[in-house]
């Protein structure tokens, strides 16, 4: 289910309307992240420090850090 206030401003981007059916389905893919900018979930993510820091040193890469405080598909990072 789409959230209140994306369901809103996509309402209000579609001329004040109500959108409905497949006018719905076209604005939400015009809205959706295109593969290519979602190319950061590629990025292998691990749960664990010390497993990153293992793998960092066996493949002779680097480790980035991301932390949250939340569950990073749901926005509430």
Do not use: Q
Request: charged residues 20%.
């Amino acid at each position: 289910m789409m959230p209140r206030p994306l369901l809103f401003l996509l309402t209000l981007a579609c001329g004040g309307s109500a959108v409905a059916g497949d006018d719905l389905d076209d604005a939400i893919a015009a809205v959706r992240p295109t593969n290519a900018e979602r190319r950061w979930r590629l990025v292998p993510m691990l749960d664990s420090f010390a497993a990153a820091f293992a793998r960092g040193e066996h493949e002779n890469k680097p480790i980035y850090y991301f932390g949250v405080d939340g569950i990073l598909d749901s926005g509430n990072c």
